[in-house]
Antibody, heavy 121, light 106 residues
Framework: EVQLVESGGGLVQPGGSLRLSCAAS????????LNWVRQAPGKGLEWVSY????????YYADSVKGRFTISRDNAKRSLYLQMNSLRDEDTAVYFC??????????????WGQGTLVTVSS | DIQMTQSPSSLSASVGDRVTITCRAS??????LAWFQQKPGKAPKSLIY???SLQSGVPSKFSGSGSGTDFTLTISSLQPEDFATYYC?????????FGGGTKVEI
């Protein structure tokens, strides 16, 4: 069964940094495209970033562009999100989600359980 | 960016009811529309892709329809495990965007 397990969340002060990880198992990691999605407390889902299997294609939401960096290590079967210059509004549960290519576009099929990031002084 | 608008934002229903949730895109997205279910404190679960195709393992009581800008998710006979929040999402173009969610309550 496909598994995605996030880690690295915690409490950080505004302006600080944090690095999230997502460990994957039971699928061909290097050929799978991945995303980060977040959810602020009591709010809806917000897509954050996308990375292709070879890391050749990367996208960011405007709200994190220039502050967050997505990356992956295919040898370690891991996805990362480096978050810098954190703001209060970045407080959220962060999920990694696998993308599946169907009928010309990529949709999510599997999600991790999420890791909570709290930005507060 | 493509805006996704869901309605209603919440609804009350009973076990056995047929429930319909609508989702509207601010521009045409063909059928690149997905639906997700989320229970409190849990990760979202993928239900439907391509507007009407069920993800593997999803029961047939869930169905989706629509194309272009208007879409619906229908639950044919609501069961206790179906009480959750449902989100639509367009994957026609980046940035990917979600609807605001529909909370289905007793």
């Amino acid at each position: 069964e496909v598994q995605l397990v996030e880690s690295g969340g915690g409490l950080v002060q505004p302006g600080g940094s944090l690095r999230l990880s997502c460990a994957a198992s039971e699928f061909t990691f290097s050929s799978s495209n991945l995303n980060w999605v977040r959810q602020a407390p009591g709010k809806g889902l917000e897509w954050v970033s996308y990375i292709s299997g070879s890391s050749s294609t990367i996208y960011y939401a405007d709200s994190v562009k220039g502050r967050f960096t997505i990356s992956r290590d295919n040898a370690k079967r891991s996805l990362y999100l480096q978050m810098n210059s954190l703001r209060d509004e970045d407080t959220a549960v962060y999920f990694c989600a696998r993308a599946r290519y169907i009928y010309g576009r990529e949709t999510f099929d599997y999600w991790g359980q999420g890791t909570l990031v709290t930005v507060s002084s | 960016d493509i805006q996704m608008t869901q309605s209603p934002s919440s609804l009350s229903a009973s076990v056995g009811d047929r429930v319909t949730i609508t989702c509207r895109a601010s521009q045409g997205i063909s059928n690149y529309l997905a639906w997700f279910q989320q229970k409190p404190g849990k990760a979202p679960k993928s239900l439907i892709y391509a507007a009407s195709s069920l993800q593997s393992g999803v029961p047939s009581k869930f169905s989706g329809s629509g194309s272009g800008t208007d879409f619906t998710l229908t639950i044919s006979s609501l069961q206790p495990e179906d009480f959750a929040t449902y989100y639509c999402q367009q994957y026609y173009s980046y940035p990917l965007t979600f609807g605001g969610g529909t909370k289905v309550e007793i």
